[in-house]
């Protein structure tokens, strides 16, 4: 039997649901919107019907957005997305649900563990140092089965003080709130060295070590610290579970990635017990002595920050026979150091734009910013966006690039990328470098372009166009009512290596050449007879279309201040006396483009 | 003998500690909060403070800014106690320019070793 809903019970449903429901068309136009997703925009769906629905969309995941809740206040909707068919075209099927409940909720139980954890080391504290007073005899004689159980009570206070440590890490990296310290490291090197910590523990305990390292390094992007943390956990567990035979440890390069690990001969997991060993609080073995009791935390705490790493961890073993656990980490990229940054925006969920600047003669630069020329001009662009309120995470990747990611940024405006070509000038400028600088720059969007680190990190690189080509080919106007000076301008510009120059003898021929075309870059008299540059201006100024064509005004007489400053609301707008001088005409003309 | 001055809001914490010094021959005063403890700075001139971070009213850290205040009080170390241990933490305080840090639950005997080892700097 099929279920078939009737029409108006469905359309029931869909009006009555407490989750937003919109179709959206392929030119991102409203078709259709239930009051419920109305709602979370503090609208009518007959006032949001046929507009434009502003946030990205990716199909098939989910993102978040702010929403206005039944309360008023703002909260987190999370989106998803589906394609489906409308009225015979292609459009998305979206649905918003509120969910800051949720996230509120999962906050409130981490700081709940969080203060828990602060809470109990107060007592803590009393209560090891009152018994260690009177265990080291401080208050009197104590006889040695009273030490042995006093001792007894401060083992088990450090054991809950490692617990409630390891229970806060876990916390934080769960949370996402413990940062990692990336670098490139040499895994081996880190290897040998905790090897060499554990090795009188190994020999004392009778057991043999085995240890098979490549001779060469082992480059990974890594926290050292964690990484160290990881593998003390690994080879601590070994050693504690195994009363005779072999710790063996040993790195290896597979597929790109490089594999760690740790074996042992000792008691292993029962078959019953393997898919529950990463799990919180699990502890497995035969009771082992008190002293160094875990904490059922160390091996949940591996994996996560393996994880982190982007890695993966899993255990193999036989029981009566040993275990063996075993991780791999990527192996170092330079381009890891800027997808990693990527990785961390994406899981925010909410859209950015990675822009990236690629400078042809780093060292040429490095001279005269006085060196570090990348971080320089990172630290320059970061802030510039942040003067436009916008948060950013400058990425320096040597030997020649900066990426810029610019978050929570709908930057989809295809003037966006312009502003960023006219930024990197600016910086060039701002640290002092006089010549014309040969770059090439990119934007590539989240989550429009790609949803992986790497795939945008490689669709912004494919999108960099060389600035000096793309600039020499942009279409320059130039309107005067002198001939001569025309050809004089043009002449120059042309030895500069622009091609495409036009001549318009005045304004009413501007305006209507640029019913077919629009320049990149108007060369302005302001003296001419009909429309004068201050009316030319003015025109431009008015429409949205036109106002960011960039100006350059060429006069032979003073500006007329008054009249002038009016327009000049935006940088675009350059004046220089008539003739100009050569390389000054060439410095303005790379500026303004 | 030295003298040691011990700020901790937590009265139990303050009596342990307070016998752990003196079975380690140093003479100990103690303050339950941190304007206590700045009046008992000025006026004992302690050779070396204990002071725990979180207390009520004025923390830790302003009280050590006070401290630092005062030409009478600006030349006593001062190692800091706190149960919200953390990098961000041990960073701050060995910016703000204090002679340590340890956190809770402390063992007593590295307790013992890091307030030698800052007397023996003086």
Known sequence: MTNVVPKHELESIIEKSTDGIIVVDHNSIIRFINPAAACLFKNSPAEMVEKPFEYPLSPGHSTEMEIIRKN???????????????????????????????????????????????????????????????????????????????????RNTDHLRRIVDSLLDLTKIEAGKAKLNKKRMDLLETVKSIVEV?????????????????????????????????????????????EKGTIGVSVEEINGWAECRVNDTGEGISEEDLPKVFDKFMQFGKKTNPENKGTGLGLAISKEIIQMHNGSMSVESVFNRGSTFKFRLPRYRPDLEVEDPIRMAMEAKQPFALFGIRLHAVDAIGGQTGGQPLQKIAQKIRRMFENLGKTVIPIVLEPDSVFIL???????????????????????????????????????????????????????????????????????????DEPALIEATKTLLELFGYKTIEALSNGAALFERMKTVQPDLLILDMKMPG??????????????????????????????????????????????????????????????? | MAKILVADDDPDILATIEVRLRANQMQVITAHDCNQAIKMAYAEQPDLILMDIRMPAVGGISAFDSLKMYTRTEKIPVIFITAYPGKEVEEKVAQMGAAGFIAKPFDSDQLIAKIQQVLARQ
Not at chain 1, 221 to 239: C, F, H, K, P, S
Request: aromatic content about 8%; glycine content about 6%; some cysteine.
């Open chain 1, 72 to 154: 008023g206040k703002t909260g987190t909707g999370e989106i998803r997305s589906v394609d489906i068919e409308w009225e015979g075209q292609r459009a998305l099927l979206v649905s918003i649900r509120d969910i800051t409940e949720r996230i509120l909720f999962d906050r409130l139980k981490d700081d709940f563990i969080g203060n828990v954890s602060h809470e109990l080391r107060t007592p803590l504290t009393s209560i090891r140092e009152a018994v260690s007073v009177i265990q080291d005899g401080i208050l009197g004689p104590v006889s040695e089965e009273q030490k042995k159980f006093l001792s007894m009570c401060i």
């Open chain 1, 198 to 242: 554990f090795h009188p523990v190994i020999r004392k305990k009778g057991l043999a070590l085995d240890v098979s390292i490549p001779g060469d390094g082992m480059a990974v992007y890594a926290d050292r610290d964690r990484i160290t943390q990881v593998l003390n956990n690994l080879i601590g567990n070994a050693i504690k579970f195994t």
């Open chain 1, 406 to 480: 610019v978050e929570k940024s709908h930057e989809q405006d295809p003037r966006s990328i312009s502003r960023l070509r006219h930024m990197t000038k600016e910086a060039f400028i701002g640290l002092g470098i006089d010549e014309e600088v040969d770059f090439s720059y990119g934007r590539a969007l989240f989550p429009l372009d790609a949803e992986a680190a790497d795939v945008l990190l490689d669709s912004c690189r494919r999108d960099m166009r060389n600035e000096r080509e793309e600039r020499f080919n942009k279409r320059i106007m130039i309107v005067d």
């Open chain 1, 531 to 593: 429309m004068t540059g201050y009316e030319v201006i003015g025109r431009l100024k008015e429409s949205f279309k036109t106002q960011d064509i960039p100006i350059l005004i060429m006069s032979g007489y003073e500006i007329e201040t008054g009249r002038f400053i009016e327009y000049v609301n935006t940088k675009a707008i350059l004046t220089l006396n008539k003739p100009a001088e050569p390389d000054i005409l060439r410095k303005t003309v790379y500026y303004l483009i």
